[in-house]
């Protein structure tokens, strides 16, 4: 066995800092944070090359005494807690007393620093870890820190930092959280010499929304206020209409500190369940305030995992004050002179707190089988490798059963294998060329459409319905598939889409390759972008929630363009432009729909797997009708 050493000091720091210092968003982040907590009303942040090689933040909070700048940099030094029992209240957002020393252990890091009874301030050099004696400066009250050439002393550690602008989009994004999570303070945010965001820090949460997220989230929200067990849950949600396509805008802090946590989450979405679509989020901006001593924030150097000593607390507050805000601003207009209101004073009361949360946390998803439903209403779990029509079986019980699905021999026409091409030289020079033939409609009689979303057809013996949006989605998506480069129909009024930090940063640096696919979209300054053209296929009014979308998915999944993500651009676009369930169709735009759909043996199931065809025989309805 090796002999047991102890490590020399530089090599503990750097072990160490790697769990403090990830990148530079982590500095930023404590750096920030410090400032706060030092009182600060004031901050700035300045980042060069994505903070890789400058951050400097500067603050005019309480400063630091020349004789305590050294200590300042020693592990577990801090003027935040003095005792072990100090941990179970902590109020506070830096404690651990890791922080400087360990960006000081990767870094080049230069302070200046005063406080307001010192006549002079104090300059403090260090890098990694070696420092030099603090002189008199000339400086105003507060802290500034300079940190440059983050990991030049570890190199396999600069290995893994990002491009500069990915890099420069996480700082972005801390320092918006941790501006919303205190309005009282005013930050600003300089990259590579331009500002990016300034927040007003006159303590009122919107006007630090508006700031951050933008003009049109701050619009679109609604304010609550709720207490329920000790636990107060205050800031915002937003209206269902203005749900979003992803999580990316739900905030939770807890007593000021950014946290995530899945119990909130899952409390707020399940507030929002029937009052938004399926596969929509909710956004909101909430601060948790609890009794310290109810929440372990000492999980993870990083701050930013807790524990709640009573999680179902955390849920029915989060859940009842997002149902709240939802319930007091439902209108119901009648025909009078004015509309009745539901009252706002009133908000929702649980109505039993012996709510599971188990029910709404997330699952490990599983697969089901399909069970029998009512004919009227069937539940359709179709796997892949089977046929892809549905068929009512003749030997189904009285209310009916999904069953195996046949194939459509003898209804639909066989796929053709295409002929190999040729070249003209081998072609015949004598006799007749043969063209290409238009595959055959195979006979049906157009009978109407039921429910404004299902072609009901006539087939031989048989009775077919076609669910119209999947089957012009499904075609939409193949001609959208098959051209190499959409060409952009340009809007005679650009719409500007506001993105969070991170979203508008991802977006930009993707506009050339969305650019192929037929979106003109440009910078607009203020974490916004205009979009001047989009496909062919769009409408105007999809325009918004698209961009919302591809921002997210460039953000958090795609950050190349592969064959999976064209897909999903090609898919989100068709669904847009397809004709909707329930949207006013001719006999004849129908007739030529169900059509294409017999002919094209590829329109069989939309983009998200959903059948288009169903089929129910004649023998059936006569069974049903006691006619056989």
């Not at 539940?379 to 009285?398: H, T, W």
């Amino acid at each position: 066995m090796p002999k047991i050493h102890i490590l020399d000091k530089h090599t503990a720091e750097l072990i160490a800092a790697g769990e403090v210092v990830e990148r530079p968003a982590s500095a930023v982040k404590e750096l920030l944070e410090n400032s706060i907590d030092a009182g600060a009303d004031a901050v700035t942040v300045e980042i060069k090359n994505g903070g890789n090689t400058f951050i400097r933040v500067t603050d005019n909070g309480s400063g630091i005494e020349r004789t305590d700048i050294r200590n300042a940099f020693l592990r577990h030094a801090t003027s935040k807690i003095q005792t072990p029992a100090d941990l179970d209240a902590i109020a506070t957002l830096g404690f651990r007393g890791e922080a400087l020393a360990s960006i000081a252990a990767v870094a080049k890091v230069e302070v200046l620093t005063r406080t307001a009874d010192c006549e002079w301030g104090t300059k403090y050099e260090i890098q990694g870890g070696q420092d030099q004696e603090p002189e008199d400066a000339g400086c105003a009250v507060g802290t500034t820190i300079v940190v440059r050439d983050l990991f030049f002393n570890t190199p396999a550690r600069q290995k893994f930092l990002k491009k500069d602008q990915t890099e420069a989009n996480a700082v972005a994004g801390v320092v918006d959280r941790i501006a919303l999570s205190h309005p009282e303070v005013s930050i600003k945010l300089i990259r590579d010499g331009r500002q990016t965001m300034l927040t007003p820090g006159d303590g009122q949460l919107q006007s630090a929304i508006y700031a951050v997220l933008g003009k049109d989230f701050a619009g679109s929200l609604l304010p609550c206020d709720y207490t329920m067990n000790g636990v107060r849950v205050s800031g915002f949600v937003t209206r269902p209409d203005a749900a979003r396509p992803n999580a990316n805008m739900q905030f939770f802090f807890l007593n000021g500190r950014y946290i995530k946590t899945k119990t909130g989450a899952a409390a707020l979405k399940q507030a929002y369940k029937n009052e938004i679509l399926v596969g929509k989020q909710p956004g909101c901006v909430l601060n948790l305030q609890i009794a310290p001593e109810q929440v372990d924030v000492n999980v993870h150097p990083a701050k930013i995992e807790v524990r709640f000593s009573d999680e179902s607390r955390i849920f029915h507050a989060v859940y009842y004050a997002a149902k709240s805000a939802i319930t007091a601003d439902q209108t119901v207009v009648q025909f009078q002179s004015r509309p009745v209101e539901r009252p706002a004073d009133k908000p929702v009361q649980p109505a039993s707190e012996q709510m599971d949360i188990r029910d709404y946390l997330p699952k490990t998803k599983e697969r089901h089988t399909v069970l029998e439903q009512p004919v009227h209403t069937p539940a359709l779990d179709i796997e892949k490798d089977e046929q892809p029509v549905i068929r009512l079986s003749e030997s189904a019980p009285a209310y009916g059963t999904v069953l195996k699905l046949p194939d459509l021999e003898g209804i639909l026409p066989a796929a053709k294998e295409p002929e190999p091409a040729g070249h003209m030289d081998d072609m015949p020079t004598t006799g007749p060329v043969s063209q290409p033939t238009e595959p055959s409609v195979p006979d049906f009689r157009y009978v109407g459409q039921a429910f404004g979303t299902y072609i009901l057809l006539e087939m031989q013996d048989k009775l077919v319905l076609i669910d119209k949006h999947a089957a012009h989605e499904r075609i939409l998506f193949e001609q959208i598939r098959q051209t190499t480069h959409s060409a952009p129909q340009m809007l005679l009024s650009p719409v500007i889409v506001q993105l969070g930090a991170e979203e508008y940063d991802a977006l930009l640096s993707k506009t050339e390759e969305l650019g192929a696919f037929g979106f003109e979209i440009e910078d607009y300054g203020g974490k916004a972008v205009i979009v001047r053209g989009v496909p062919m296929e769009l409408d105007a009014e999809d325009i918004r929630q698209l961009i919302y979308e591809i921002a997210g998915k460039i953000t958090d999944q795609y950050t190349d363009f592969s064959p999976e993500f064209s897909d999903w651009l090609y898919h989100s676009v068709a669904c847009r432009a397809a004709v909707k369930a329930g949207d006013g169709s001719s006999a004849y735009e129908l007739t030529k729909l169900a059509e294409q759909v017999l002919t094209d043996p590829r329109i069989r199931r939309c983009p998200h797997g959903r059948p288009v065809l169903a089929e129910l025989s004649k023998d059936e309805i006569k069974r049903r009708f006691s006619r056989t």
